[in-house]
């Protein structure tokens, strides 16, 4: 039931800004979105999140679309360690607790 | 220590019997959450649970119990384990409101034979 439509993978250059995109064509009015990414071999970790207005935090900025169909997460400056696995997430305004998952966006980056 | 803590992180068992997986949190968050996540793919919602005592089914709850009859602990049950719930499987427990941060403990590998 995942509602979110993202790349398999992307690559960039070690330094060099990204911008992961997601597209969420169905969103209600209250859903969330969230980003979360997942390391290889760990649990995925909270990333950002916004509901309208773009939103930034030390680790990456959001850009949200007016209409809210689309998101893209931005990390400003690459590292190896950004190398993982985004999940772009619609929080459920009517099923809080559902709380899905797609398949994500492989980021490789290169030094 | 604050955090949420799976356990056992590995775990090799036989087909048809019974495991149980751990998940403790300290955050005292009301909601909980249960995952598989199958060799390179992305993650299934298996049981969610709002509260003490509420449990509800996800995406993949087939051949899984769980229960929660304290806020802290969220134990997930395989009761006759097959082949095909070789997997690592993710607890992950959160706030009350929509806007709040999911954690993830960090997995317990499960390889049924």
């Known amino acids: 039931d995942a509602k979110t439509t993202q790349p398999n993978s992307m690559e960039s250059n070690e330094e060099e800004p990204v911008h992961l995109p997601c597209n969420h064509s169905?969103?209600?009015?209250?859903?969330?979105i969230h980003w979360y990414r997942q390391l290889p071999s760990q649990g995925p970790e909270y990333v950002i999140h916004g509901l309208t207005s773009n939103v930034n935090n030390r680790m990456a900025s959001l850009a949200i679309a007016e209409d809210r169909k689309s998101s893209t997460l931005i990390l400003h400056r690459a590292t190896l360690r950004d190398a993982a696995v985004y999940y772009c997430i619609l929080r459920d305004s009517y099923n809080f607790n559902k709380f899905y998952f797609g398949s994500g966006t492989k980021l490789n980056v290169k030094p | 220590d604050a955090g949420i803590t799976q356990s056992p992180r590995y775990k090799i068992t036989e087909t048809g019997r019974q495991v149980t997986l751990m998940c403790h949190q300290t955050?005292?968050?009301?909601?909980m959450f249960w995952y598989r996540q199958d060799l390179g793919h992305g993650l299934r919602l298996i049981y969610y649970s709002a509260a003490a005592d509420i449990t509800d089914k996800g995406e993949v709850p087939d051949g899984y119990v769980v229960s929660r009859s304290k806020t802290e602990n969220f134990p997930l049950t395989l009761e006759s384990a097959t082949r095909s719930q070789t997997s690592v499987y993710f607890c992950?427990?959160?706030?009350?409101?929509?806007?709040?941060?999911?954690?993830f403990g960090q997995g317990t590998r499960l390889t049924v034979v």
């Open positions: 955050w005292s968050h009301s909601y």
């Open positions: 992950a427990s959160s706030g009350v409101l929509m806007n709040t941060e999911a954690f």
């Open positions: 169905t969103i209600s009015g209250t859903d969330y």
